[in-house]
């Protein structure tokens, strides 16, 4: 059974721009969670959906985005970035909310 | 709400010793608590998780950890250290039926000395 696959690994951009990541679940897994990993304020949650609708949404303002398809993928997005979103994004999908969340490698976006 | 303190950011065991991680939790409703491990340049891979049932929960590589509801504690451990147990060790809580995601304490950086 294939793992939860994050592209891209890397990305670099500049101030301003906007991003999307991308996040395939386990096949059979309809609840994605995306969460940043900084060194200074270490793991936090940014949202999870359910079934195409976002469950609850962590304490980041309204620039972080998100949306879940029905094949169960999620994106999200962040625009007019800000050298403080540089991170490692990690996306998890459980076959339900709450249960054991199964990472990807994550996304590293540098922004400059 | 909930919330998880790791005690101590870096951990140092000599080969062969024993691990211990420490993690307190709070939660306002009954805790799933799960434990993480990370290396470098790579995303969280489950160790163990508690749910409901036996308080001592066995994991992967020869971790476990037990639940202590009066003691709000789910500590780490493992009998004897080796070099590939060095990485990253995260403690996380989410709320049974709750809505806030896994909390995850900042970490526990475990150092394996020969």
Known sequence: KAGVTQTPRYLIKTRGQQVTLSCSPISGHRSVSWYQQTPGQGLQFLFEYFSETQRNKGNFPGRFSGRQFSNSRSEMNVSTLELGDSALYLCASSSQPNTEAFFGQGTRLTVV | ?114
Not at chain 2, 5 to 21: K, N, R, Y
Not at chain 2, 75 to 103: I, N
């Open chain 2, 1 to 114: 709400a909930q919330s998880v303190t790791q005690l101590g950011s870096h951990v140092s065991v000599s080969e062969g010793a024993l691990v211990l991680l420490r993690c307190n939790y709070s939660s306002s409703v009954p805790p799933y608590l799960f434990w993480y491990v990370q290396y470098p340049n790579q995303g969280l891979q489950l160790l163990l998780k508690y749910t409901t049932g036996a308080t001592l929960v066995k994991g992967i590589n020869g971790f476990e950890a037990e639940f202590k509801k009066s003691e709000t504690s789910f500590h780490l451990t493992k009998p004897s250290a080796h070099m590939s147990d060095a990485a990253e060790y995260f403690c996380a809580v989410s709320g049974r039926g709750g809505a806030d995601g896994l909390t995850f304490g900042k970490g526990t950086h475990l150092i394996i000395q020969p």
